[in-house]
């Protein structure tokens, strides 16, 4: 069964500084998606970004960009020049090609500092 | 937009009730979810459903049930509630064959 791994289950930055969020995950598929979403305190989980496993290039999205390193499955997201709003739960997730589920890890709670 | 709707932001039951957890997507998503969210769990599947009538366990079902009448309306009940479903519940749709999740705003619901 897939699993996914957040090691860091709190984490805090800088205002303008740059963090970056872990992720393992176990799978023996060759294709697949992976995910961060971002979760605020509003509640609504609103999707960062997405990693293709097929696609060797890394992901960005204006300041959020992954580390994806298929071989070793890791899957990092990196926040540049934070910002308050960037406060909330960070959960990372997995889906395979059978598209029946989306699977999350644990999440990390990433904190802004002024 | 994507819209998914749950039908209640915060739900306080008493154990025995049946509870029923309400969603709605109004872009013709084929598969739907609903999850449990706790602190230090993540998300955790309860079920999901690929189409009108169709339901599939997820990892857990157990003192859940759901319906989908319609394609646009995904609901969770629970049967007779006890304290540690206590819990946030969200429900989720995605489409085709991209597995991108749209989420509702999710229920935080106490059974007392």
């Known amino acids: 069964a897939q699993t996914v791994t957040q090691s860091q289950p709190e984490m805090s930055v800088q205002e303008a500084e740059t963090v970056t969020l872990s992720c393992t995950y176990d799978?023996?598929?060759?294709?697949?998606?992976l995910f961060w979403y971002k979760q605020p305190p509003s509640r609504q989980m609103i999707l960062v970004i997405r990693q293709e496993a097929y696609k060797q290039q890394n992901a960005t999205e204006n300041r959020f960009s992954v580390n994806f390193q298929k071989a070793a499955k890791s899957f990092s997201l990196k926040i540049s020049d934070s910002q308050l709003g960037d406060a909330a739960m960070y959960f990372c997730a997995y889906s395979g090609t059978s598209y029946d589920k989306v699977i999350f890890g644990p999440g990390t709670s990433l904190s802004v500092i002024p | 937009d994507v819209k998914v709707t749950q039908s209640s932001r915060y739900l306080v039951k008493r154990t025995g009730e049946k509870v029923f957890l309400e969603c709605v997507q109004d872009?013709?998503?084929?598969?739907m979810f609903w999850y449990r969210q706790d602190p230090g769990l993540g998300l955790r599947l309860i079920y999901f459903s690929y189409d009108v009538k169709m339901k599939e366990k997820g990892d857990i079902p157990e003192g859940y049930s759901v319906s989908r009448e319609k394609k646009e309306r995904f609901s969770l009940i629970l049967e007779s509630a006890s304290t540690n479903q206590t819990s946030m519940y969200l429900c989720?749709?995605?489409?085709?064959?991209?597995?991108?999740?749209?989420f509702g705003q999710g229920t935080r619901l106490t059974v007392v």
């Open positions: 799978t023996s598929e060759s294709d697949y998606y």
């Open positions: 872009m013709d998503h084929e598969n």
């Open positions: 989720a749709s995605t489409y085709g064959r991209v597995p991108e999740a749209f």
